[in-house]
């Protein structure tokens, strides 16, 4: 018996393989499909199930192009209806894998189709519990991203209690849960950064599993302090349900070298964005194509893709570090940016090799942002891009709010005519939200380098610290 937790560090993800005497299973695939296949090859074993335990809100998932490839049967729980050819399981219908057995138990609550997984082993022990959003470490699925015209977050909520009340906690104290997320993903309020723990653990310190909480209680409880979705999430709910162009024609497409001159020509139409993906340093070092945002590779990518480009059919066009590229088209694919049509060829020295001018955004160190806190220059707009939450609980005294994660609201608010600091945890998103300033018309904007982390050793005047979750 193999079961492998198989982690995405840029969605906090976690989707799994098991495999047993020659035939394997996927629980919540990512859309790439090779990484499945190529695991399953070296198994020598055939690809028998596909199991979905929702139809995912954060994410593609890749059923349709793997079991196309592969043979597999897709299976979803109760209530799943979509567009292509399914096996819709029963609540405790039971699948064979090799000598394994996997038990559906519909969970409903996040979603009306949600259902979990457990494992049965050849002896009858139940080693695994895969609980896709209904319960996470720490956490449990936010119950408002399927709510309808007869169905309140407060509905789905009620059903959320009594799935784990009736399905999850009656299961051996012993078994280990296997969510299908972690901390940083939006689809639960405050997950823990373990991705998996004893479900007896699990009733000693998750909130929401408290032996003596009443039903009242966990509604309220679940249902406050719920954030928007981002916007995205209901774009990529539609294509979990539908049958997407194929993850090897989206490759293909967007790993298509443009030359220098094709790419400014490009770039200079109004239905083509550009995204530059490179490191932070390679970023602010060498500088970008004017009107190009900044989303790295390298930090919480894909999340960041779908929050702030606004269409998800945008044409876009990309730099990159050499190399890469296919894992930047990827990444655009996971949460259904699916036309991306090609990279800079050579990348930016390409582009200055063409006689092209570069946007570069200044940078200063955390201590000569401290300094300059303390000149009181009213001609310095001083912004923190921090969540609304993160700001609260701590930041520097002087220093204005203005989350990227609403910054689509505020465009408004960026003048030409100012000059900007922006500085963000510890530098990823102040690049991203300093870039947009730049695209949008900024004409001075310096992004402080370490963020608030080193701002705070610099001895600037900060506010009293508010722990985060008195917040919500």
Not at 16 to 29: F, V
Not at 77 to 82: H, K, M, R, V
Not at 157 to 182: C, Q, W
Not at 436 to 444: N, P, Q, R, T
Request: hydrophobic share 35%; with cysteine.
């Amino acid at each position: 018996m193999k079961v492998e937790q198989l982690f995405t560090g840029c969605l906090a993800e976690m989707a799994y393989y098991i495999h047993s005497n020659g035939e394997a299973a996927i629980i919540d695939p990512l859309r790439e499909t090779e990484p499945y296949i190529e695991m399953a090859k070296a198994d020598g074993a055939k690809i028998k199930y596909v199991f979905l335990t929702h139809f995912h809100a954060d994410f593609v998932s890749g059923q349709v192009d793997l079991a196309k490839k592969t043979g597999a049967t897709i299976v979803f729980g109760p209530n799943a209806n979509p567009n292509y050819n399914i096996h819709q399981g029963k609540d405790g219908e039971q699948f064979k894998i090799g000598d394994l057995t996997l038990k559906l138990l519909h969970t409903p609550g996040h979603t009306m189709e949600s259902s979990s997984y457990v494992l049965i082993d050849e002896k009858g022990k139940k080693p695994y519990v895969f609980t896709g959003d209904c319960l996470f470490i720490g956490d449990v699925g936010r119950p408002d991203l399927a709510v309808k015209s007869d169905l309140t977050q407060e509905d789905l909520a009620g059903h959320l209690f009594e799935s784990l009340r009736n399905k999850i906690m009656t299961l051996p104290d012993d078994i280990i849960v296997y969510p299908n997320h972690g901390a940083g993903s939006a689809c639960g309020k405050n997950m823990s950064s373990e991705t998996f723990d004893t479900l007896g653990n699990q009733k000693k310190t998750n909130y929401a599993l408290r032996a003596d909480m009443t039903k009242e209680e966990f509604i309220k409880e679940v249902t406050t302090g719920l954030k928007p979705a981002p916007q995205y999430f209901g774009n990529n709910v539609r294509m979990n349900k539908g049958i997407n162009t194929t993850i090897d024609e989206i490759l293909k497409r967007g790993t298509t070298p443009i030359d220098a001159d094709s790419f400014k020509e490009m770039s200079e139409q109004d239905d083509i964005m550009v995204i530059d993906t490179r490191s932070k340093e390679i970023y602010s070092e060498e500088g970008t194509v004017p009107g190009a945002w900044y989303i790295g590779v390298d930090g919480s990518f894909a999340p960041w893709v779908g929050a702030l480009i606004k269409d998800i059919n945008q044409k876009i066009i990309f730099i990159s570090e050499e190399g890469r590229e296919q894992e930047v088209v990827t990444r655009f694919s996971r949460v259904g940016y699916d036309n991306t049509v090609g990279y800079l060829r050579g990348g930016i020295h390409s582009w200055l090799a063409a006689g092209h001018n570069v946007d570069k955004i200044g940078s200063i160190s955390a201590t000569q942002f401290s300094k300059m806190i303390k000149e009181k220059d009213s001609s310095k707009v001083l912004l923190d891009v921090r969540k609304e939450s993160e700001y609260q609980s701590e930041h520097v005294v002087g220093v204005e709010n203005f989350p990227l994660d609403t910054i689509h609201s505020n465009f408004a608010e960026i003048k030409p005519e100012k000059e900007y600091f922006l500085h963000c945890a510890s530098g990823y998103r102040s690049l991203i939200a300093s870039s947009i300033f730049m695209a949008k018309g900024a004409k001075h904007v310096t992004d402080v380098r370490g963020g608030f982390k080193d701002i705070k050793d610099t001895g600037a005047p900060l506010t009293d610290y508010v722990c985060p979750t008195t917040l919500l």
